[in-house]
């Protein structure tokens, strides 16, 4: 198999010899997929993606788009991809919003839970399907206001948003945040994460929240529930060392980093959360793939 190339920094510090970039790259039938900074930059689709899905489709890999970005719906996620040429099933589609619904179905009655919610439709929809009743600006008297708070990344946040949900949180609601992203891929560069909106609400209030995304285990451990995969054959794909490949740690599984997002050379040099292994774009990861025996199952 042809080796990527990657700086004599990265060789030097992390790897030693190229040849540890393929060690062991095997036993693989099963993926959890990022996507900010994996498969495109905001609007931009990253080059061979289109690739990318017609190898995971033909070699019948089973796969998840779990993602920490939670403003987009499954269907606007699936029209996204789409508008890129390429076809995937709403099913394929995990976001951090959707596993904040599951989460916190599974520990209060959806029909007695009142949720704020700072976010976009992709953070609302999955608390509605599931049965929590939302609360509105402001709507924050003792018997009204809301039980949760919900933050998820917020193209149109406000001051009385904010300031909604800060009432809620010193009045006694919990406080969630489907991600801890500080930062988010875009065309420009690195935009404004759903990270920096928690960090001012708990400045605001005093109160840390429970998030529910990576780096937490929580969404890898709902992909791999939907997915029926084993652990040990499943790999997580990101961009990020803070989230992606720690959130791959903490849950027991290999992780592939791409150096196409958040993550750069100099942090993967210094980094104590060390992927299994490293590759410098989606062409390398479908070549690597195809690579592979055919999968029995």
């Known amino acids: 198999m042809k080796l990527f190339k990657l700086s004599r920094q990265i060789r030097d510090?992390?790897?030693?010899?190229?040849?540890?970039?393929m060690k062991n790259f095997e036993n693989i039938n099963a993926l959890i997929i990022d996507m900010d900074g994996v498969l495109w930059e905001g609007g931009r689709a990253l080059p061979g993606l289109a690739d990318f899905f017609d190898t995971l489709h033909r070699r019948r890999f089973r796969y998840i788009l779990a993602t920490n970005n939670a403003s987009l719906t499954p269907e606007q996620?699936?029209?996204?991809?789409?508008?890129?040429?390429?076809?995937?099933?709403?099913?394929?589609?995990?976001?951090?919003?959707?596993?904040?619904?599951?989460?916190?179905?599974e520990?209060?009655?959806?029909?007695?839970?009142?949720?704020?919610?700072i976010g976009e439709?992709?953070?609302?929809?999955?608390?509605?399907?599931l049965g929590f009743a939302l609360t509105e600006l402001y709507e924050v008297d003792e018997g009204h206001r809301a039980d949760i708070v919900v933050c998820g990344l917020d193209r149109t946040l406000?001051?009385?948003?904010?300031?909604?949900?800060?009432?809620?949180?010193l009045a006694g609601a919990r406080f969630i945040g489907t991600n801890a992203d500080t930062t988010l891929p875009m065309e420009q560069g690195l935009g404004l994460g759903n990270g920096a909106v928690l960090a001012a609400l708990q400045a605001a209030t005093g109160v840390a929240p429970i998030t529910i995304g990576k780096p937490e285990p929580i969404i890898y451990r709902q992909a791999m529930a939907l997915l029926g995969s084993d652990p040990a054959q499943t790999v997580a794909i990101g961009d990020r060392l803070d989230t992606d490949i720690l959130g791959?740690?903490?849950?027991?599984?290999?992780?592939l980093l791409v150096l196409t997002g958040v993550a750069t050379e100099q942090q993967?040099?210094?980094?104590?959360?060390?992927?299994?292994?490293?590759?410098?774009?989606?062409?390398?990861?479908?070549?690597?793939l195809d690579a592979l025996p055919e999968n029995s199952d």
């Open 268 to 288: 993967l040099a210094a980094t104590e959360h060390r992927p299994t292994w490293v590759m410098p774009d989606l062409r390398a990861v479908t070549q690597a």
């Open 248 to 255: 791959a740690i903490r849950t027991g599984i290999r992780s």
């Open 121 to 129: 439709d992709g953070a609302k929809q999955p608390l509605l399907d």
């Open 13 to 21: 510090a992390f790897f030693n010899d190229e040849k540890i970039l």
């Open 77 to 105: 996620y699936v029209a996204k991809l789409a508008g890129f040429g390429v076809t995937v099933e709403r099913r394929r589609i995990l976001t951090s919003a959707m596993a904040t619904a599951l989460y916190l179905s």
């Open 158 to 169: 406000s001051w009385d948003k904010l300031s909604t949900a800060t009432l809620n949180i």
């Open 107 to 117: 520990r209060m009655d959806p029909k007695q839970t009142r949720v704020f919610v």
